[in-house]
């Protein structure tokens, strides 16, 4: 019989769905307003790396036969 434990960490990992910018600014696109107005806030969406860390656990559990 045999028995593991696993762990995997690693920091500054780049995922990507979280680096999806959901925010957006109306003002910025001619389709949100009939004239074309002038850009007011931070264009939307926009883009930064988000990195965070990755951690993973495992374990396994097992019997093996020889003969």
Known sequence: MFLSYTFLYTNNVVRPGNQINRNIN???????????????????????????????????????FRF
């Open 26 to 64: 109306p003002t910025q696109g001619v389709a949100f307003s009939a004239p074309p107005a002038s850009l007011q806030g931070a264009a939307q969406p926009s883009f930064k790396f988000t990195s965070t860390d990755f951690w993973a656990q495992g374990i396994n559990v097992g019997v093996a």
